[in-house]
């Protein structure tokens, strides 16, 4: 274990006393992890300091040329006062992926990993024990080089916050309906829509805000080329059950290969459905949900999880997903993934971590 040096917060903040109001990424803990990288010294000076605000100069890279990356992950409440985590490892080493398209420098998985586990220690008391509640975990890389000109940033600043929430949508698991995008494009092939880059975020601000307008809580992309191939929603991957088959799109260097879509596709073959991954034509998902073969549709990230779909609207027209509820399908994968996250189901994969 490396020594990572920590400052402690001189005062500590009031821990919020009704965990159903937590709403998400509104409350942050205390404390926070951070690095910095330099040519020379590569990755160094990791340590642990109260919660604040960084001093950066206006000409910083990152506010000019949009270096910046990050990660969500969570912790759950165990057994015996011990902490869960679903996968961190593999959510840093998609963070490498993502530096690697950016220019930016890979981690040391396995240091992020001390860090973490160190900042979790000192901020256990923040994780919420409520259902349907965590202490979500957010790494995030940006540029720090300061001048102008465009070129990748020569230094970095890694560092993670932690924020108690509850559900990502006020609607909780009530399903949502969802826009579907078709002239505005946020990714293509050979560009960055498989990173979680900020910029490919900010990419899908606006049509987020048209949807919000129009009364939709998401907005569906199709793929930058033809605009007929569904890709995914702005926050989640997305996933169609035909009765016991599941059709989700596959990937193709534009969409994230989201970490809780790997474990969800896992989890639905070992229960017996058939998961089919492929391109996926917007007019299959309406006319099966118009003849009734389309029986449930459902977002998944970590963030929401799994998030039940009720309705579409598509080129004006407004389709209804089943009976437009939470399906059985949707219902077992969630109870299940959500179950193994916070240790009510046995986790037969390696997935949790504990701490």
């Known amino acids: 274990m490396r020594n990572i040096p920590v400052e402690h917060a001189k005062v500590l ?6 965990e159903t109001k937590l709403g998400f990424g509104k409350i942050f803990t205390d404390h ?9 010294r590569r990755w160094h000076d990791m340590r642990i300091v109260p919660y604040g605000d960084f001093s950066m100069d206006p000409a910083t890279a990152v506010y000019h040329y949009g270096q910046a990356i990050f990660e ?3 912790a759950y409440p165990g057994k015996e006062g011990c902490l869960r985590l679903f996968r961190p490892r593999d959510n840093f080493l998609r963070m490498n992926v993502s530096a690697l398209r950016m220019g930016m420098p890979g981690l040391d998985v396995d240091q992020c990993l001390e860090g973490l586990k160190k900042l979790l220690d000192i901020e256990r008391d923040w994780v919420p024990t409520n259902e349907g509640t965590s202490l979500y975990i957010r790494p995030t890389m940006i540029a720090t080089d300061v001048g102008l000109g465009v070129r990748a940033s020569e230094s970095y600043r890694f560092f993670i916050i932690m924020s108690p929430s509850g559900a990502y949508y006020a609607s909780g698991l009530a399903p949502i309906g969802i826009y579907v995008e078709d002239e505005l494009v946020r990714a293509v092939s050979g560009g960055i829509g498989y990173t979680k880059a900020a910029a490919n975020y900010a990419a899908s601000l606006y049509a987020g805000m048209l949807a919000k307008e129009n009364g939709y809580a998401q907005v569906l992309w199709l ?3 033809e605009k007929k191939y569904i890709e995914e929603v702005g926050s989640m991957n997305i996933m169609f059950a035909f009765g016991e088959r599941i059709v989700t799109p596959m990937l193709n260097g534009s969409i994230l290969e989201g970490i ?3 474990s969800i596709l896992r989890l639905a073959r070992d229960m017996g459905y058939m998961v089919e991954e492929k391109r996926v034509a917007m007019q299959e998902i309406y006319d099966g949900a118009r003849d009734g073969s389309l029986t449930e549709a459902f977002g998944t ?4 999880v799994v998030s039940p779909v009720g309705s579409l609207c598509w080129r004006g027209e407004v389709v209804t997903v089943g009976d437009g509820g939470i399906g059985g399908v949707t219902r077992r994968l969630y ?6 996250q916070r240790g009510t189901v046995k986790d037969p994969y ?6």
């Not at 990230?301 to 929401?304: D, F, Q």
């Not at 390696?350 to 701490?355: A, N, V």
């Open 260 to 262: 809780t879509r790997g």
């Open 72 to 74: 969500g992950m969570k």
């Open 223 to 225: 793929d930058g080329v």
């Open 350 to 355: 390696g997935w949790t971590m504990e701490l």
């Open 335 to 340: 109870d299940t993934l959500t179950g193994i």
């Open 32 to 40: 926070m992890l951070v690095m910095d990288y330099d040519p020379e």
């Open 301 to 304: 990230g970590t963030a929401a």
């Open 13 to 18: 903040k009031t821990k919020p006393a009704d």
